[in-house]
């Protein structure tokens, strides 16, 4: 019976079925077959999404489509270019900070791509950058949106592992810093070597300060998010709210770049978005329940140690499944379909569970950029205009950057744990 269960996922998902159909679909059919009540099907996928903690994922949906269509990703871009703009490399570099600070915003790498998919890309190219090249810079740094708090699927692995968020949230900076970092190091090596200049206005305190005074109220969007939930006066679920009605508020009446008759199309937008993560979430549900059924967590457990019980050889094979799975499937699925599998043998080891959520974030986030099926590759390539093979060799370097990244936080914990365990 588990062996029919993972051949007909294997084969609805070589089909080209989308994942939430297949987990849900092979879920129902095991269910049937073996003779399970049918019911279980209507709890378990009202289970799945009746969560309090995933009421946060449809408000910074909406907050980061009102922020996009308000101009605050593009004050953000002109701040950031003020600064670093006249660099070798300045605009690809820019494109990293402004996805760092988007992600600070939106909490979703999908809206990270397109809103600086479709400002900087060109706007590369037109400064003589190839357009491979600028396309793979926002193919790999838009992920960050997953890292860098809030970030949607942070609350996701919370709602399934029992972490803290508020935790959860800490770590995600730092690590959102290393990833960052690497890549603007990468980027910079390759834009020397290929004689990427940046502008040739020399450095104006004038000019920064004008453009530090046009962005001031679109970087106090993360200190607002952040700083709320960090000192306890909002829960995560609650600083979303916030951060709608700020957008709303900034948008419209500060910035005025947000009309009214936009608001109904952000709205739709952000609730088909929305659809689509719970019914991932719901079915994954589903599909968890069957595993649980099976034993197939605790068989995990038990090969998975038969193998070694030395946590750096545990944690490199868990690093190489997810990034193998991040290629080929959705961030939403690996999160609830991987983490109640790999989860116990985290614990039976010793290992936090805020740093295995932050390790298992910044896999899904690789994953997003990394061929065939990566989403922000996708959006990427489609926006940029530009074909999935030679994007795809263009991210070599910084594939390569993200995975040095994702080592030091998996070997270095105290890289990213640092808030929680202190300074002793």
Same mark, same amino acid.
């Given at each position: 019976?588990?062996?029919?269960?993972?051949?007909?996922?294997?084969?609805?998902?070589?089909?080209?079925?989308?994942?939430?159909?297949?987990?849900?679909?092979?879920?129902?059919?095991?269910?049937?077959?073996?003779?399970?009540?049918?019911?279980?099907?209507?709890?378990?996928?009202?289970?799945?999404?009746?969560?309090?903690?995933?009421?946060?994922?449809?408000?910074?949906?909406?907050?980061?489509?009102?922020?996009?269509? *308000?101009?605050?990703?593009?004050?953000?871009?002109?701040?950031?270019?003020?600064?670093?703009?006249?660099?070798?490399?300045?605009?690809?570099?820019?494109?990293?900070? &402004?996805?760092?600070?988007?992600?600070?915003?939106?909490?979703?790498?999908?809206?990270?791509?397109?809103?600086?998919?479709?400002?900087?890309?060109?706007?590369?190219?037109?400064?003589?950058?190839?357009?491979?090249?600028?396309?793979?810079?926002?193919?790999?740094?838009?992920?960050?949106?997953?890292?860098?708090?809030?970030?949607?699927?942070?609350?996701?692995?919370?709602?399934?592992?029992?972490?803290?968020?508020?935790?959860?949230?800490?770590?995600?900076?730092?690590?959102?810093?290393?990833? &960052?970092?690497?890549?603007?190091?990468?980027?910079?090596?390759?834009?020397?070597?290929?004689?990427?200049?940046?502008?040739?206005?020399?450095?104006?305190?004038?000019?920064?300060?004008?453009?530090?005074?046009?962005?001031?109220?679109?970087?106090?969007?993360?200190?607002?998010?952040? *700083? &709320?939930?960090?000192?306890?006066?909002?829960?995560?679920?609650?600083?979303?709210?916030?951060?709608?009605?700020?957008?709303?508020?900034?948008?419209?009446?500060?910035?005025?770049?947000?009309?009214?008759?936009?608001?109904?199309?952000?709205?739709?937008?952000?609730?088909?978005?929305?659809?689509?993560?719970?019914?991932?979430?719901?079915?994954?549900?589903?599909?968890?329940?069957?595993?649980?059924?099976?034993?197939?967590?605790?068989?995990?457990?038990?090969?998975?140690?038969?193998?070694?019980?030395?946590?750096?050889?545990?944690?490199?094979?868990?690093?190489?499944?997810?990034?193998?799975?991040?290629?080929?499937?959705?961030?939403?699925?690996?999160?609830?379909?991987?983490?109640?599998?790999?989860?116990?043998?985290?614990?039976?080891?010793?290992?936090?569970?805020?740093?295995? &959520?932050?390790?298992?974030?910044?896999?899904?986030?690789?994953?997003?950029?990394?061929?065939?099926?990566?989403?922000?590759?996708?959006?990427?390539?489609?926006?940029?205009?530009?074909?999935?093979?030679?994007?795809?060799?263009?991210?070599?370097?910084?594939?390569?950057?993200?995975?040095?990244?994702?080592?030091?936080?998996?070997?270095?914990?105290?890289?990213?744990?640092?808030?929680?365990?202190?300074?002793?």
């Amino acid at each position: 019976m588990v062996t029919l269960f993972f051949a007909l996922t294997i084969v609805l998902f070589l089909l080209g079925v989308p994942m939430a159909i297949t987990i849900g679909f092979s879920s129902i059919v095991y269910i049937l077959l073996a003779d399970i009540n049918p019911m279980i099907v209507v709890q378990r996928l009202f289970t799945g999404a009746d969560v309090s903690a995933l009421m946060a994922i449809p408000f910074f949906i909406l907050a980061g489509n009102l922020m996009l269509t *308000g101009g605050l990703a593009q004050r953000i871009l002109d701040l950031a270019n003020s600064l670093i703009g006249r660099m070798t490399g300045g605009l690809a570099l820019v494109t990293i900070l &402004g996805c760092m600070f988007f992600a600070a915003i939106s909490g979703s790498s999908i809206a990270t791509a397109a809103a600086l998919g479709t400002l900087m890309i060109p706007a590369m190219v037109d400064k003589g950058y190839g357009r491979g090249f600028a396309t793979a810079i926002v193919s790999n740094a838009s992920p960050m949106g997953v890292i860098i708090p809030p970030s949607i699927s942070l609350i996701i692995y919370g709602s399934l592992s029992g972490a803290s968020i508020s935790d959860l949230y800490l770590v995600g900076v730092p690590a959102g810093l290393i990833v &960052g970092i690497s890549l603007l190091i990468v980027v910079y090596l390759i834009s020397r070597k290929r004689g990427y200049k940046g502008t040739d206005e020399p450095f104006k305190f004038s000019d920064f300060l004008r453009a530090f005074r046009r962005s001031l109220w679109a970087l106090g969007t993360p200190i607002i998010l952040l *700083g &709320g939930v960090f000192l306890g006066i909002v829960t995560p679920t609650e600083s979303g709210v916030v951060a709608v009605v700020y957008a709303i508020i900034v948008g419209m009446f500060i910035y005025r770049e947000l009309k009214l008759k936009d608001v109904w199309g952000i709205f739709l937008d952000s609730a088909k978005s929305t659809a689509i993560i719970m019914f991932i979430i719901a079915n994954a549900a589903l599909f968890a329940y069957i595993l649980a059924y099976e034993n197939i967590p605790t068989a995990i457990v038990s090969s998975v140690l038969s193998i070694s019980e030395n946590p750096i050889i545990v944690l490199l094979l868990i690093n190489v499944i997810l990034l193998i799975f991040g290629a080929f499937m959705d961030t939403m699925a690996i999160l609830v379909i991987v983490v109640p599998m790999f989860l116990p043998v985290i614990t039976a080891m010793g290992v936090d569970p805020v740093l295995f &959520g932050i390790i298992v974030v910044v896999n899904t986030a690789i994953g997003m950029a990394t061929p065939p099926f990566g989403a922000t590759l996708l959006i990427s390539s489609n926006l940029g205009k530009s074909p999935l093979v030679t994007v795809a060799r263009e991210s070599g370097w910084m594939l390569f950057a993200l995975i040095v990244a994702l080592l030091l936080i998996t070997y270095v914990p105290y890289l990213v744990m640092f808030p929680l365990w202190g300074f002793g």
